[in-house]
């Protein structure tokens, strides 16, 4: 069993940057493979960024290639999953979700079928 709970959203200026944590438990936690989705009102929910279970390979959305960065840290037995976002657009206004899933590969990485466990989500809102 996994649990995430997802924090640091909030309202900020185009342009301007947030950093989005995800802090996960579970005995099994450090073999998940790691995702950042996003769901914008009456759209479907899409894939940001992920990251191996190792952290050895990360993997971006093409609109958000080199403004997002996404970590992850496993210091002292705590997991954190970050997601750094700059220059941020009020087409990045969604409300934002951490997923963890296992082997994922290819394709896999962007879909919110293949992925076990869900946050509860944050909402981020860029205003212009």
């Known amino acids: 069993q996994v649990q995430l709970v997802e924090s640091g959203g909030g309202l900020v200026q185009a342009g301007g940057s947030l950093r989005l944590s995800c802090a996960a438990s579970?005995?099994?936690?450090?073999?998940?493979?790691m995702g950042w989705f996003r769901q914008a009102p009456e759209k479907e929910r899409e894939f940001v960024a992920g990251?191996?279970?190792?952290?050895?390979?990360?993997?971006?959305e093409d609109s958000v290639k080199g403004r997002f960065t996404i970590s992850i840290s496993r210091d002292n037995a705590k997991n954190v999953v970050y997601l750094q976002m700059n220059s941020l657009k009020p087409e990045d206004t969604a409300v934002y979700y951490c997923?963890?899933?296992?082997?994922?590969?290819?394709?896999?990485?962007?879909?919110?079928?293949?992925?076990?466990?869900w946050g509860q989500g944050t909402q981020v809102t860029v205003s212009s």
């Open positions: 997923a963890a899933g296992l082997y994922l590969y290819g394709r896999n990485w962007y879909s919110s079928r293949k992925y076990d466990y």
């Open positions: 579970g005995r099994t936690f450090s073999s998940y493979d």
């Open positions: 990251i191996k279970d190792n952290g050895a390979n990360t993997y971006y």
